[in-house]
């Protein structure tokens, strides 16, 4: 009997990450993985479990590399007007890459879904919450720090960056122009620091 030949798990993690990127995650049946990656069903579940465990990989792997850069930015840049302005520099060239998929695979995988993956759609809203609330804390930050004016509501203004964030995501994938994406940013920063 022959033995199945083995496959670089690494290698089908990035490609199942683009596959659910580029369609979602109700988008993207098993029947795809199993085109994509090149592995019959048996082999991708004794890898990853199930779909959606691959699926919460692929999101991990994501957010370690392009999708993690709001957290870089956040950590590395000293003042929060840097932050914000590379944040959304960086949105629009992750979101607009060519020959990647477009927009934000937390953002778009799961914009609407059936009851029966109601799991991973709240899973998701948990990850983009998440990521608003570091944004608020920079901000929080920042007022505390003198950068911006005592009277300054981080809340609404990290929730405004937070749907900034998801707006640049939808409008990629609706093909809008990079040129545009970078207007819309510059529009915003001065917007907030003037």
């Known amino acids: 009997m022959a033995r199945p030949r083995e496959f670089d798990r690494d290698q089908a ?17 098993i029947a795809d993985l199993v085109g994509t990656l090149g592995l019959a069903p048996a082999r991708i579940y004794a890898a990853f479990g199930s779909k959606e465990g691959l699926f919460r990989e692929a999101v991990a792997l994501y957010e370690a590399r392009e999708g993690g850069f709001v957290a870089r930015a956040l950590k590395e840049e000293t003042t929060a007007y840097g932050a914000i302005e590379r944040m959304l520099r960086e949105a629009v060239e992750t979101y607009t890459r060519p020959g990647r ?14 009851a029966d993956n ?3 759609r709240d899973w998701l809203a948990e990850r983009r919450l998440m990521q608003t ?3 608020i804390a920079r901000l929080e930050r920042a007022v ?6 005592p009277e300054t509501d981080a809340l609404a203004l990290g929730d405004a960056l937070a749907a ?14 990079r040129a545009r994406l970078f207007a819309l940013c510059g529009l915003t920063t001065r917007a907030l620091f003037v």
């Open 118 to 120: 109601e799991r991973i």
């Open 133 to 135: 609330d570091a944004i």
């Open 164 to 177: 900034l964030l998801n707006g640049l995501s939808v409008l990629a994938r609706d093909g809008v122009p």
């Open 13 to 29: 993690l990035l490609k199942a990450r683009d596959a659910f990127w580029e369609r979602g995650y109700e988008g993207t049946s």
């Open 144 to 149: 505390r720090e003198g950068e911006l004016e």
């Open 101 to 114: 998929p477009r927009g934000c695979l937390v953002v778009s995988a799961v914009a609407s879904c059936s």
